[in-house]
């Protein structure tokens, strides 16, 4: 997959568009979590996901972090199929607390909930 770099304060696109766009029309959930949208690709994409896990393996950033920071970007996009994510530092409307299990995958406090526009169901 290639590497697109969109600028300074870019996430790079190691995943486009079109595949967050077919991965959450599939997932067929109203509003997933990104250990969702991480299962998904690790059960339909075999390919992607360890490229993604090969690529951010360090104690601080993982596959989970890259994608939860490009699904927000993609939800800001004109066009995302996703609401706009909101910063928890403006509202902790789009985060929840992550359960004990979930929290093995997902280091974070909280865990970003990323909600699917209605015209999409």
């Excluded at 079109?18 to 250990?35: A, D, R």
């Excluded at 393996?57 to 596959?63: H, L, Q």
């Excluded at 490009?70 to 199929?81: C, D, F, H, M, N």
């Amino acid at each position: 997959m290639k590497k697109m770099n969109k600028g300074k304060n870019s996430t790079c696109k190691y995943i486009t568009n079109e595949e967050i766009e077919y991965i959450i029309k599939n997932m067929n959930m109203p509003q997933f979590t990104v250990l969702d949208f991480g299962k998904f690709i690790q059960e339909n994409n075999k390919d992607l996901w360890d490229m993604l896990t090969n690529k951010y393996t360090n104690k601080y950033y993982s596959a989970y972090s890259y994608l939860s920071q490009r699904l927000i970007r993609y939800s800001k996009e004109k066009g995302s199929l996703l609401e706009e994510h909101i910063s928890y530092s403006i509202s902790n409307e789009c985060f929840r607390k992550p359960t004990k299990e979930e929290k093995k995958h997902f280091k974070s406090d909280n865990i970003a909930v990323f909600k699917v526009k209605s015209i999409v169901f």
